[in-house]
């Protein structure tokens, strides 16, 4: 009896299109609308996407706070890798909150980069109000480690002998 009690609940829970809310499939599109509109460079239509009062928790400093602050650091990231493509392996939202599984790939200081990361996202009334990011540590070591140089290494002793 009680296996089908908690089978016809879990029928009742899920809709016909699998189980996700309106509300949870609304989040998935805006948050896939930000990261296309960032992968094109487009930010002109963040303010749809994103609240005036949003933080994000993933500031190399800090919290950047405020949308316009957001989408400035938006766009000095894309500056550094203006080839920057992104890809979504994986993706799941509910009413409140879109986990994506991302990897993006472009040239940053002359260099080919690869970094894969875990976006968080929390929506509220149809727009991003928080976002914290998760990557590899090793990833991010290799992306801030500068290119080798070509010229050969000049040794200090060099100097004293002139």
Same mark, same amino acid.
Request: charged share 25%; net charge negative.
């Given at each position: 009896?009680?296996?089908?009690?908690?089978? @016809?609940?879990?029928?009742l829970?899920c809709?016909?299109?699998? %189980?996700?809310?309106?509300?949870?499939? #609304?989040? =998935? $599109?805006?948050?896939?609308?930000i990261?296309?509109?960032y992968?094109?460079g487009?930010?002109?239509?963040m @303010?749809?996407?994103?609240?005036?009062?949003?933080?994000?928790? %993933?500031?190399?400093t800090?919290d950047? #706070?405020? =949308? $316009?602050?957001?989408?400035?650091?938006m766009?000095?990231?894309?500056?550094?890798?203006p080839?920057?493509?992104?890809?979504?392996?994986?993706?799941?939202?509910?009413?409140?909150y879109v986990?994506?599984?991302?990897?993006m790939?472009?040239?940053?200081?002359?260099?080919?980069?690869?970094?894969t990361?875990?976006?968080?996202?929390?929506?509220?009334?149809?727009?991003?109000v928080?976002?914290?990011?998760?990557?590899?540590?090793?990833?991010?070591?290799?992306m801030m480690?500068?290119?080798?140089?070509?010229?050969?290494?000049?040794?200090?002793?060099?100097?004293?002998?002139?």
């Amino acid at each position: 009896m009680l296996l089908v009690a908690a089978t @016809g609940l879990l029928l009742l829970s899920c809709n016909n299109e699998g %189980g996700m809310s309106a509300t949870a499939k #609304k989040n =998935l $599109e805006i948050n896939d609308a930000i990261m296309k509109a960032y992968e094109a460079g487009d930010f002109g239509k963040m @303010g749809d996407y994103i609240a005036a009062d949003a933080v994000d928790h %993933g500031g190399e400093t800090g919290d950047v #706070k405020g =949308l $316009e602050n957001i989408v400035s650091e938006m766009k000095r990231y894309r500056e550094m890798m203006p080839d920057m493509k992104s890809t979504m392996t994986r993706s799941l939202a509910d009413d409140e909150y879109v986990y994506t599984w991302a990897t993006m790939s472009g040239t940053m200081g002359g260099k080919p980069t690869t970094m894969t990361s875990v976006d968080i996202s929390k929506f509220k009334d149809g727009k991003a109000v928080e976002h914290w990011v998760f990557m590899d540590p090793k990833e991010l070591m290799q992306m801030m480690t500068p290119p080798p140089t070509t010229e050969p290494a000049k040794n200090p002793a060099d100097s004293l002998n002139k």
